[in-house]
């Protein structure tokens, strides 16, 4: 895993923007880095939330609210259990409860929580920022082969509880569902760069079951 300094520091220049209370931002970060290094997280970790902030940052001079979707990349996640079907709902809760605290203004973290519900089903938003957020969550499936084989690996080892059989039988209904939409990204941006390699990929991983 990534070492998380860079990540701190991107989420302490962030909140001191809203507050002055060092040691809430702290805590509020601990909480963070806690949840996302748990032994279970393979794939959702810090490396994934640097992974998309890295993208956040590359298109940054296209996304309107700037701020909001790095509160949403910091808490999209926070809350992961794989028997549950209500994360995206936690997280949000999540996040809401902490901006409040960190002073966030309420149509900012408005924005954050409905953000983080869309990445739940991962549909073309009326939002163009949102639209940008679930690009850079799922950037990873246009990625090249080889980076692919080993995200389909983290992904496997979070769901490690479930023998081979449960686990392709819940994998081929995620692939399936995305080779279903209309299109997999939902920005031009990455429609152009990342779509006709995210389907090879995942139709490769389909065949391989």
């Not at 809760?93 to 605290?101: H, P, V, Y």
Request: net charge positive.
């Amino acid at each position: 895993m990534r070492n998380p300094k860079n990540l701190k520091s991107t989420w302490q220049a962030l909140t001191s923007t809203y507050t002055d209370k060092l040691e809430m931002i702290e805590e509020v970060w601990q909480e963070i880095e806690r949840a996302y290094t748990k032994s279970n997280r393979h794939y959702h970790n810090l490396s994934h939330l640097e992974f998309m902030i890295n993208k956040a940052v590359r298109y940054k001079h296209k996304i309107k609210d700037f701020d909001s979707i790095l509160f949403s990349i910091f808490y999209h996640d926070i809350f992961h259990n794989i028997k549950r079907q209500d994360n995206e709902k936690k997280s949000a809760e999540i996040a809401t409860d902490r901006l409040n605290k960190l002073g966030v203004p309420s149509d900012k973290i408005l924005v954050c929580k409905d953000q983080i519900m869309a990445t739940k089903e991962h549909k073309r938003n009326a939002s163009q920022d949102t639209n940008f957020l679930l690009d850079f969550d799922l950037a990873i499936l246009g990625d090249s082969p080889e980076i692919y084989k080993a995200y389909i690996m983290k992904i496997r080892k979070e769901y490690a509880m479930y023998p081979d059989f449960l686990y392709k039988m819940g994998r081929k209904k995620v692939i399936q569902h995305f080779l279903n939409m209309p299109s997999i990204f939902k920005t031009e941006e990455f429609l152009n760069n990342y779509e006709q390699q995210a389907t090879e990929n995942l139709k490769a991983e389909l065949d391989g079951f």
